[in-house]
């Protein structure tokens, strides 16, 4: 068992850091450069592997070149038609007249393990003649009778030679030994060649494949382009359509790419119609709500004009019946005002324009707090706005609703005593009006869907208040209809809800 782990965790290092590895260099890479690089290296690498084979190649002809020119010429000589006899003791001359054979080719013949005469072919009839060293008359006593062709060298100033012996006419040892320069020349010469090849190879690689490669990769940039114009698509509200699609050449089924844009306009064709089908269904629900509050409008009049007549006429009925039609009557307020605010949503989700006049902010904050301070003398109020009246182009009636909403919030959702504070300031081209108080706050988890329907914090105080939740989504409705924005930030003692809109610039 102990044994064992090691070798575990080993493996999943490994495959970690392996995987961490690719996971860096694909995020580095892209994939233009990773083919350009995979093709310049693989072309490379093909070049390298041709030049080694032909190098090996050629070198090894050459060499079997070297070797029939040997073998012949010491075939030849053996069978004394080398040349002249220089006596009883044959010259190395002898050995060197056969004819063919090039400059620099040496013989040495050998008695009893010493070379006892040694000519070489030179360059020049009469040169000086070349006394050989220890070490190269070493090199070529190597050279046995029945060994073949061996390569052995003869020093620097000499090289490297291809050597092979066989008995003389006197039963003597002969060593001929042809220089391996001109070989090694011709292969240096071709190496240089191939290495010029590669190299141009190799960079025309480089250049064609990265032009390929990006001519290949454009389809799909335009493919990108065209989910990026999709991404920015408001795609979460209202009327939806999705008529982007992906350029009809770029969708050939025939090509990878051309899969790739198929596919993608296929997509969004579907989530165009999924989104319309929303659309319709929201619609159909939104006509609903408008309709039916439309509808209750008449029966809500009617059962409140009843009430109020039989409350104010039936002095004589009795108390109990006098105080269930009272509450019948509060009630069909209540719920008048709930058909109002859910037609209102309804109509401001339809995108219905709002009225656009000049709305004197400040005047009308001061009407909303006087209007608060009536129904909550209790708690303190406070306005805080510039000398000079602020204005913005907007719907009056919807725009009073909107502060007397959240005003009423700050005062029904918090204790007596609290001190109610409502701010208007110019920011630029921007109104900003600010409603804090020092409550208790708003509870956390409500605070991400507050401005939703029907989003209440579950509190009985909130039930007693006869709160509906629809307060704040009638606020967030008005203010967006009117092309500005809403937000809160809340904790104990410091709850405030910041408007902006569009202010009206007095030259
Ligand atoms: N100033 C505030 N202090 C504390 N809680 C608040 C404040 N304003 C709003 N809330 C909380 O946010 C909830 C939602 O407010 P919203 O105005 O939408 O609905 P409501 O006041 O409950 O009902 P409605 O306004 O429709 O009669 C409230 O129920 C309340 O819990
Ligand atoms: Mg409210």
Same mark, same amino acid.
């Given at each position: 068992? #102990?044994?064992?782990? =090691?070798?575990?965790?080993?493996?999943? !290092?490994?495959?970690?850091w392996? !995987?961490?590895?690719?996971?860096?260099?694909?995020?580095?890479w892209?994939?233009?450069?990773?083919?350009?690089?995979?093709?310049?290296?693989?072309?490379?690498?093909?070049?390298f592997?041709? +030049?080694?084979?032909?190098?090996?190649?050629l070198?090894?002809?050459?060499?079997?070149?070297?070797?029939?020119?040997?073998? +012949?010429?010491?075939?030849?000589?053996?069978?004394?038609?080398?040349?002249?006899?220089?006596?009883?003791?044959?010259?190395? &001359?002898?050995?060197?007249?056969?004819?063919?054979?090039?400059?620099? #080719?040496?013989?040495?013949?050998?008695?009893?393990? +010493?070379?006892?005469?040694?000519?070489?072919?030179?360059?020049? *009839?009469?040169?000086?003649?070349?006394?050989?060293?220890?070490?190269?008359?070493?090199?070529?006593?190597?050279?046995?009778?029945?060994?073949?062709?061996?390569?052995?060298?003869?020093? !620097?100033?000499?090289?490297?030679?291809?050597?092979?012996?066989?008995?003389?006419?006197?039963?003597?040892?002969?060593?001929?030994?042809?220089?391996?320069?001109?070989?090694?020349?011709?292969?240096?010469?071709f190496?240089?060649?191939?290495?010029?090849?590669?190299?141009?190879?190799?960079?025309?690689?480089?250049? *064609? !494949?990265?032009?390929?490669?990006s001519?290949?990769?454009?389809?799909?940039?335009?493919?990108?382009?065209?989910?990026?114009?999709?991404?920015?698509?408001?795609?979460?509200?209202?009327?939806?359509?999705?008529?982007?699609?992906?350029?009809?050449?770029?969708?050939?089924?025939?090509?990878?790419?051309?899969?790739?844009?198929?596919?993608?306009?296929?997509?969004l064709?579907?989530?165009?119609?999924a989104?319309?089908?929303?659309?319709?269904?929201e619609?159909?629900?939104?006509?609903?709500v408008?309709?039916?509050?439309?509808?209750?409008?008449?029966?809500?009049?009617?059962?409140?004009?009843y009430?109020?007549?039989?409350?104010?006429?039936?002095?004589?009925?009795?108390?109990?019946?006098?105080?269930?039609?009272?509450?019948? &009557?509060s009630?069909a307020?209540?719920? #008048?005002?709930?058909?109002?605010?859910?037609?209102?949503l309804?109509?401001?989700?339809?995108?219905?324009?709002?009225?656009k006049?000049?709305?004197?902010?400040?005047?009308?904050?001061v009407?909303?707090?006087?209007?608060?301070?009536?129904?909550?003398?209790?708690?303190?109020?406070?306005?805080?706005?510039?000398?000079?009246?602020?204005?913005?182009?907007?719907?009056?009636?919807?725009?009073?609703?909107?502060?007397?909403?959240?005003? #009423?919030?700050a005062?029904?959702?918090? =204790?007596?005593?609290?001190?109610?504070?409502?701010?208007?300031?110019?920011?630029?081209?921007?109104?900003?009006?600010?409603?804090?108080?020092?409550g208790?706050?708003?509870?956390?988890?409500v605070?991400p869907?507050?401005?939703?329907?029907?989003?209440?914090?579950?509190?009985?105080?909130?039930?007693?208040?006869?709160?509906?939740?629809?307060?704040?989504?009638?606020?967030?409705?008005?203010?967006?209809?009117?092309?500005?924005?809403?937000?809160?930030? +809340?904790e104990?003692?410091?709850?405030?809800?910041?408007?902006?809109? =569009?202010?009206m610039?007095?030259?």
């Open positions: 068992m #102990t044994a064992t782990t =090691p070798a575990v965790h080993e493996d999943v !290092s490994r495959e970690g392996m !995987s961490r590895g690719l996971r860096l260099s694909r995020r580095k892209t994939l233009r450069r990773l083919l350009v690089v995979s093709i310049v290296a693989l072309v490379a690498l093909v070049s592997g041709i +030049s080694a084979a032909s190098i090996v190649g070198n090894s002809y050459l060499e079997r070149r070297v070797d029939a020119q040997l073998i +012949s010429a010491a075939g030849r000589s053996s069978a004394g038609v080398g040349g002249p006899d220089f006596g009883f003791v044959a010259s190395a &001359e002898k050995y060197l007249s056969t004819p063919g054979l090039p400059v620099g #080719t040496v013989a040495a013949i050998v008695e009893d393990d +010493s070379i006892v005469k040694a000519g070489m072919i030179a360059r020049e *009839a009469g040169a000086s003649s070349q006394v050989l060293t220890a070490d190269q008359k070493e090199a070529l006593l190597s050279v046995g009778i029945g060994d073949g062709a061996q390569t052995i060298s003869l020093g !620097s100033d000499l090289g490297t030679y291809r050597a092979v012996a066989f008995s003389g006419e006197f039963g003597d040892r002969v060593v001929l030994a042809i220089s391996l320069s001109d070989v090694q020349a011709t292969i240096s010469q190496r240089s060649v191939l290495i010029l090849i590669s190299v141009l190879g190799v960079l025309a690689a480089a250049l *064609a !494949s990265a032009f390929i490669v001519l290949a990769l454009r389809p799909l940039r335009r493919v990108a382009a065209t989910a990026t114009q999709v991404a920015s698509l408001p795609l979460d509200r209202g009327e939806v359509s999705l008529m982007v699609r992906v350029p009809e050449e770029d969708t050939d089924p025939r090509t990878e790419v051309g899969q790739v844009g198929a596919a993608f306009n296929g997509m064709g579907h989530v165009d119609a989104l319309r089908a929303r659309q319709a269904s619609n159909k629900v939104r006509q609903f408008a309709d039916a509050s439309h509808e209750l409008r008449t029966p809500l009049a009617s059962i409140r004009g009430a109020e007549l039989t409350r104010r006429g039936g002095h004589d009925l009795p108390a109990d019946v006098t105080h269930s039609m009272s509450r019948v &009557e009630e307020v209540r719920m #008048t005002s709930l058909v109002e605010d859910l037609l209102l309804a109509r401001l989700d339809e995108g219905r324009e709002l009225e006049r000049p709305v004197d902010v400040t005047r009308l904050l009407n909303c707090i006087s209007d608060a301070y009536a129904a909550g003398p209790e708690h303190n109020w406070d306005l805080d706005a510039p000398e000079q009246s602020v204005s913005i182009l907007g719907d009056e009636q919807r725009m009073h609703q909107v502060f007397a909403n959240l005003l #009423t919030n005062r029904v959702h918090t =204790p007596e005593g609290t001190n109610v504070t409502v701010t208007l300031a110019v920011e630029g081209a921007t109104a900003v009006i600010t409603v804090a108080d020092n208790p706050g708003i509870a956390p988890a605070q869907v507050l401005f939703e329907r029907f989003a209440r914090a579950d509190s009985s105080r909130s039930r007693i208040a006869g709160s509906t939740g629809l307060g704040l989504s009638i606020v967030r409705a008005v203010v967006e209809a009117h092309g500005g924005v809403v937000s809160v930030t +809340s104990p003692g410091a709850t405030a809800f910041r408007l902006e809109f =569009p202010a610039l007095t030259p």
